[in-house]
């Protein structure tokens, strides 16, 4: 059964610093891209970044920049680095993998963390 | 970037049929998905390439898309279905992935 954890969310001040991690469990991690989706209360689900099983990563532009998305096969971990935060990157982020090939779609879903970016 | 706008809401009676719209611009000519998301969960992957469904996701759920529309089913509706549902395509002129603004299905 494939399993997506995610870690590290919480409270950060504004310009702060945060680092997302997702560990993978029940599929072959170092196969597939990974990807961050997060989702707000008001704007719905939002695409963040993704990173394919050969480590080509890609941003949305509201967090090039700023976010820098990395994975180590060995550990089965995918991490998003998070720096010069702002009160709008408030969300709960989930981890998402996709199906083998080509990924237009994600097949599963972490549980998400909870990131609040507040003073 | 592409738009896919969906209901707010919808509402249907127990045994009936919701359906669930997804627009956008020539909709019909990109392959659109759907999540269900319940209540405090992460969503889940109901429908992908316009069609096809998962295992483990009941015959009740299909999906369509043609012109600007692409729709989401659910046949004999039972309280277990009262979700968020969203749609989402891969937006290959922009590099990205675009979801819909999401419809909140009520079983009354």
């Known amino acids: 059964e494939v399993q997506l954890v995610e870690s590290g969310g919480g409270l950060v001040q504004p310009g702060g610093s945060l680092r997302l991690s997702c560990s993978g469990d029940g599929f072959t991690f170092s196969n597939y891209a990974m990807h961050w989706v997060r989702q707000t209360p008001g704007w719905g689900l939002e695409y963040v970044s993704g990173i394919s099983s050969f480590g080509n990563s890609t941003y949305a532009d509201s967090v090039k920049g700023r976010f820098i998305i990395s994975r180590d096969n060995s550990k089965n971990t995918l991490n998003l680095q998070m720096t010069s935060l702002r009160p709008a990157d408030t969300a709960i982020y989930y981890c998402?993998?996709?199906?083998?090939?080509?990924?237009?779609?994600?097949?599963?879903w972490g549980q998400g963390t909870l990131v609040t970016v507040s003073s | 970037s592409y738009v896919l706008a969906q209901p707010p809401s919808v509402s249907v009676a127990p045994g009936s049929t919701a359906r669930i719209t997804c627009g956008g611009t020539?909709?019909?000519?990109?392959?659109v998905h759907w999540y269900q998301q319940k209540a405090g969960q992460a969503p889940l992957l109901v429908i992908y390439y316009d069609t096809d469904r998962p295992s483990g996701i009941p015959e009740r759920f299909s999906g369509s898309n043609s012109g600007n529309t692409a729709t989401l089913t659910i046949s004999r509706v039972e309280a277990g279905d009262e979700a968020d549902y969203f749609c989402q395509v891969w937006d290959s002129s922009n590099d990205h992935y675009v979801f819909g603004t999401g419809t909140k299905v009520t079983v009354l």
């Open positions: 998402v993998k996709c199906p083998h090939g080509d990924c237009y779609y994600f097949d599963y």
């Open positions: 020539n909709l019909g000519g990109e392959s």
